[in-house]
């Protein structure tokens, strides 16, 4: 790989509960908004592909932030879904998550695009961290959440940009 590749990973804002289909709370449009303006004021962003998890919270975030940033939203992407929650989902085993977000990110990295966005989870954030930026110190992810992940000549650094409390000095 000669080029950059930028991932940006949001964590959704504040949902209702943690089902599927459990919508952002009022709050949670607020941070939304708030974090969708926040990336709009960045210099220079230029997002190749917006890609959201199918869950409801996920999903209008990243709604939110296609509607300021007048970027196409693909479909759902199943791979940056929550962890299978016994008696909610199919569950599944922590070995399971990181399998199938490495393999989406691995396909983001030899797409020959550049810059990504995704909206997800915390345990997809904290796995996706904890694999390719093993040293990277992480805090409590809050609602929502920002980090970017640059990918270059086979190295990983992290930025953590954006959280509820303010946006973080990089």
């Known amino acids: ?48 592909r917006l890609m959201s998890s199918p869950y409801k919270r996920a999903w ?26 016994a008696e909610v989902t199919d569950e599944e085993s922590e070995e399971m998550v990181i399998n199938r977000v490495t393999a989406l990110t691995e396909e983001l990295l030899e797409s020959g695009q550049h810059t990504f966005l995704l909206v997800t989870h915390r345990l997809i954030i904290t796995l996706l961290l904890h694999h390719y930026a093993p040293h990277f110190v992480l805090e409590e992810i809050t609602n929502p959440d920002l980090y970017l992940l640059t990918f270059s000549d086979g190295n990983c650094q992290v930025h953590h940009l954006w959280n509820t409390e303010q946006p973080v000095v990089v």
Request: charge should be negative; hydrophobic fraction near 35%.
């Open 60 to 85: 209008q975030t990243a709604e939110i932030i296609e509607e300021r940033l007048n970027i196409r939203l693909d479909p759902p992407e199943d791979r940056l879904r929550e962890r299978g929650v």
């Open 1 to 48: 790989m000669s080029h950059d590749v930028k991932l940006y990973v949001v964590r959704h804002g504040i949902g209702t509960g943690n089902q599927p289909d459990a919508p952002l709370s009022p709050d949670g449009f607020k941070q939304a908004e708030q974090l969708a303006d926040f990336l709009l004021q960045m210099d220079g962003l230029q997002v190749d």
